[in-house]
C-alpha cells in the first residue's frame, strides 16, 4: 500500500515538468522553411567541397603514375646502357668484328691493333707495386752472386724444396688458401743471358719446344717489350686444360747488368672464356736474369718467383711431386731449347729502344 501511495506522487510531477521542458524548447527553436531545401541549394551544398577536393586528388593520382612511369624509364635506360657497354658485350662485339667477312681476308696486324684499342692500357699495366715485389729477389741474386752454400736471410721464410749445387726451389703458403708460391734460383754457365732471354720471350720458338703449350698467341701490343698473351696450357688427362690472359713486359737495366721479366694475370675482350677450357685468372711471376759478365757471352745466374691458381685442389703427394720433378724437368727443357737456339742463327735481337735504357731505374717501366 505505501509503494502504491508514494511513487506515482513523486514520478507524475516529475514527468510533467519533462514534457513541459521539450514543448517549450520546441516551440522555442525555428524551423528550416521548406523553400531553404531546393534543389539548386541542395546541389551546390553537395558539390562545393567535391569542386575543390576532386582536383587535387585526381592530380595527385597522375603525379603518382607519372612518377612510376618514369622510375620504369629510367630502369630501362640504365640497364640497356649497362648491358651495351658491358664487358660481355665488347666481348661479343670483338668476336663478331673477328668472324666478319670484312675482317676476314685482312691481315692479323690490323686485328690486333683493334684488341689494343679495347684493352685498357692504364688501368691493368703493370704498377710499380709489382716491381718493389721483386727486391727480395734482387737481394738474393746479389748474395748467391757471392756464395750458393748459404741462403740469404730474406728467404728465411720459405721452404726449401730442392736444394743442389746449382738448382734452389722453395716455397710458401700463400696467405691463408692452400696454394703455394714458388721460387726457383738456378745457374747456367753453358748458354748466354741473351739466349736464354729470347727462349721466354719468342713465341714461335716455343711453340716448338713446349710441347705443352696447346695455344701461345699474341692478343695486341703496346710496344715492342709489352704485351698481352693468351696461352693454353695442356692438363693431363681427364683433367680440362688450363688456359691464361696475361700481360708481360721485360726491362733491361744496363747499369746493374739485369733483365727483369714480368708477367701477370688480365682480361681481354678477344678473349672470353672457353667452356672446355679453365680459365687461370690469378697468376703472376717475375724472372730476375743476372749475366756473370756480358749478356751475350755464356754464363748467368736467374731467379723466379712465381704463383697460380689452377682452379683445383691436388692432393699434397701430387704437389711434391710437381715441385721436387716437375720443377727440375721443366728448367732442364729451358736448357736444351737455349743450347739449341744458340747453335742457330734465327736469334731475335732486343728492341733498340731497350738498348738506350742506360740509366733505367728498376722502379719504372722500360719504354
Not at 703449350?213 to 693468351?230: G, Q, T
Request: with cysteine.
Amino acid at each position: 500500500m505505501f509503494r502504491q501511495v508514494i511513487t506515482p506522487r513523486r514520478c507524475r510531477p516529475s514527468a510533467a515538468v519533462t514534457l513541459q521542458w521539450r514543448a517549450a524548447s520546441s516551440q522555442s527553436r525555428p524551423r528550416p522553411s521548406l523553400n531553404f531545401l531546393t534543389w539548386t541549394n541542395l546541389v551546390k551544398l553537395l558539390t562545393k567541397p567535391c569542386a575543390v577536393a576532386l582536383p587535387r586528388l585526381v592530380a595527385r593520382q597522375i603525379n603518382v603514375y607519372a612518377m612510376k612511369k618514369f622510375r620504369r624509364i629510367e630502369q630501362i635506360l640504365i640497364r640497356h646502357y649497362n648491358n651495351f657497354y658491358s664487358e660481355r658485350a665488347i666481348q661479343n662485339l670483338a668476336s663478331s668484328f673477328q668472324r666478319s667477312n670484312w675482317c676476314r681476308d685482312r691481315r692479323r696486324p690490323f686485328y690486333i691493333l683493334f684488341g689494343g684499342a679495347c684493352f685498357a692500357w692504364h688501368d691493368d699495366r703493370l704498377s710499380e707495386n709489382d716491381f718493389k715485389q721483386c727486391q727480395d729477389d734482387l737481394e738474393g741474386i746479389d748474395f748467391f752472386a757471392n756464395t750458393i752454400d748459404t741462403v740469404p736471410d730474406v728467404f728465411n721464410t720459405w721452404e726449401t724444396v730442392i736444394n743442389r749445387d746449382h738448382l734452389k726451389a722453395w716455397r710458401k703458403q700463400l696467405g691463408n688458401t692452400h696454394l703455394y708460391e714458388y721460387k726457383l734460383f738456378c745457374r747456367f754457365f753453358d748458354i748466354s743471358a741473351k739466349d736464354f732471354f729470347q727462349v721466354q720471350w719468342d713465341l714461335d720458338y716455343r711453340r716448338k719446344w713446349d710441347k705443352l703449350a696447346v695455344k701461345l698467341n699474341l692478343v695486341c701490343r703496346e710496344s715492342p717489350n709489352s704485351d698481352i698473351i693468351h696461352w693454353v696450357l695442356r692438363y693431363p688427362y681427364p683433367m680440362y686444360n688450363r688456359d691464361y690472359v696475361y700481360h708481360r713486359r721485360y726491362f733491361i737495366d744496363k747499369d746493374k747488368n739485369l733483365i727483369i721479366i714480368f708477367n701477370k694475370s688480365t682480361e681481354h675482350a678477344n678473349v672470353p672464356e672457353n667452356t672446355n677450357i679453365v680459365r687461370v685468372s690469378n697468376y703472376y711471376s717475375h724472372m730476375i736474369i743476372r749475366p756473370h759478365f756480358s749478356m751475350e757471352e755464356n754464363g748467368f745466374d736467374f731467379i723466379m718467383t712465381y704463383h697460380d691458381d689452377p682452379r683445383t685442389n691436388f692432393p699434397p703427394s701430387c704437389i711434391n711431386w710437381m715441385s721436387t720433378t716437375g720443377v727440375p724437368d721443366y728448367v732442364e727443357k729451358l736448357h736444351q731449347a737455349t743450347l739449341q737456339l744458340s747453335n742457330t742463327s734465327n736469334i731475335v735481337h732486343l728492341s733498340s729502344s731497350d738498348n738506350q735504357q742506360q740509366n733505367h731505374n728498376p722502379g719504372q717501366y722500360s719504354t
